[in-house]
């Protein structure tokens, strides 16, 4: 059975910084693509950035390029959202993903197939 279980969350102040951790179980995804998704109270879940280690590349939301960076340490199954200058506006619910999606649905919740259970992040302002 595979499970995706995220950890990291929690209270921060703007401009402040934090690292959200996807361990994976049940499969190894060296070939796949890891993401992370948000949803923020009232909104849709939307995507934040994905890296597809098959082809070794690494695709992020306007809104959060040049502040957060993903990454994995294969040994241990795990991937990791390092996400600096934080800002009120990135308060949600962070949900990491995996699977295999067509290069056309590598940013849609459409292309994964494994969820985790969420973590919070809050940014006060």
């Known amino acids: 059975q595979v499970q995706l279980v995220e950890s990291g969350g929690g209270l921060v102040q703007a401009g402040d910084s934090l690292r959200l951790s996807c361990a994976a179980s049940?499969?190894?995804?060296?070939?796949?693509?890891m993401g992370w998704f948000r949803q923020a109270p009232g909104k849709e879940r939307e995507f934040v950035a994905t890296?597809?280690?098959?082809?070794?590349?690494?695709f992020y939301a306007d809104s959060v390029k040049g502040r957060f960076t993903i990454s994995r340490d294969s040994a241990k199954n795990t991937v990791y959202l390092q996400m600096n200058s934080l800002k009120p506006e990135d308060t949600a619910v962070y949900y990491c993903?995996?699977?295999?999606?067509?290069?056309?649905?590598?940013?849609?919740?459409?292309?994964?197939?494994?969820w985790g259970q969420g973590t919070q992040v809050t940014v006060s302002s």
């Open positions: 993903a995996a699977g295999r999606p067509a290069y056309s649905l590598k940013t849609q919740r459409l292309g994964y197939n494994y």
């Open positions: 049940g499969r190894t995804f060296s070939s796949d693509a």
């Open positions: 890296a597809m280690w098959g082809v070794g590349t690494t």
